[in-house]
């Protein structure tokens, strides 16, 4: 008969496992342990170590390639370096980096650039499209200031052509963000995206392929909007996750955050639109959807 001991292992070994099928086996022990601390229970980092080992159960880890997607227009000056690589802020809508990626799918690339809040790492702002331009850039930068309503915030980004357009800087100007550029060619400049861009890579563009470009932009929407922002734990932020962050630390109303579940667009799963995200709402979004 088992003894009481090996009972509680395997028992503790299925909720180990059952956190780490719910985070699409991206979990290693430390955010599987502050799961388990969240449902009540004491438990050693040892312990879940010792136990996810023996059930060759593992998280994903971060080795992401860094690729060039800085474009820098030389005719356009640059806006200064206001963080100068101290990505720190004592609050919400003080700081905000931004930058953009690629993610494939067979039918062709699609690109995702994002606005992330440093405080509490939420990605703010969101656009995706099917080539990287100023609209796109723009797209996420209104979502964010949508959502947020921020008063003088910087905006720090690298030198791409996107960010020092004229229609870039002059959106900035009119709602008071203060643009702020790393270098070009220098990913510390901007490490804080970079990690952003990181996690979902390893968390899901590599593990993960798609036909379409809509599946691939509805597999980012779920990504950002049901699992990274509202889920996902962050060791920097003592493994709580952005949304929680920022309702354990600040009164939600006073973020005035839209949640961009209530908000997503049409097109999100339209075939063919040129830059989408949930900043800007129309109809019909059942029967689109069904595209």
């Known amino acids: 008969m088992p003894s009481r001991r090996a009972i509680d292992n395997a028992v503790l070994t299925e909720r180990i496992r059952a956190v780490h099928t719910e985070s699409e086996a991206t979990y290693g022990m430390p955010r599987v342990r502050a799961e388990l601390i969240d449902q009540g229970m004491k438990v050693s980092r040892q312990r879940v ?3 996810m080992r023996a059930a060759h159960i593992r998280g994903v880890s971060r080795r992401r390639a860094w690729v060039v997607t800085t474009r820098r227009d030389k005719d356009k000056r640059p806006a200064p370096d206001l963080v100068r ?77 996107q960010y020092t357009s004229v229609a870039f800087g002059e959106r900035c100007k009119k709602m008071g963000v203060r643009p702020s550029m790393g270098t070009v060619g220098d990913a510390y400049d901007n490490a804080m995206a970079e990690s952003f861009f990181a996690s979902l890579e390893c968390e899901l563009i590599d593990r993960k ?27 920097a932020l003592g493994y709580l996750s952005p949304a929680n962050y920022e309702s354990t630390n600040r009164n939600a109303s006073e973020l005035s955050v839209e949640h961009g579940l209530t908000t997503v667009g049409v097109c999100v799963a339209c075939a063919t639109p040129p830059v989408d995200n949930p900043a800007t709402v129309h109809t019909e979004m059942a029967e689109n959807l069904s595209l």
């Open 49 to 51: 170590a010792r136990l």
């Open 85 to 161: 690589r101290e990505f720190k802020a004592d609050g919400p809508n003080q700081l905000w980096v931004a930058d953009m990626t690629y993610v494939p799918t067979w039918a062709g690339f699609i690109y995702l650039a994002i606005v992330l809040d440093v405080w509490s790492r939420r990605v703010v702002g969101w656009a995706i499209g099917e080539s990287m331009t100023a609209e796109l850039v723009l797209a996420a930068l209104n979502m964010a200031l949508q959502q947020r309503k921020p008063e003088g915030v910087i905006h720090h980004s690298d030198q791409g052509s």
């Open 209 to 235: 392929s798609w036909q379409t470009k809509t599946e691939a932009r509805l597999a980012l929407f779920t990504y950002i909007e049901a699992w990274y922002n509202p889920r996902r734990r962050h060791s």
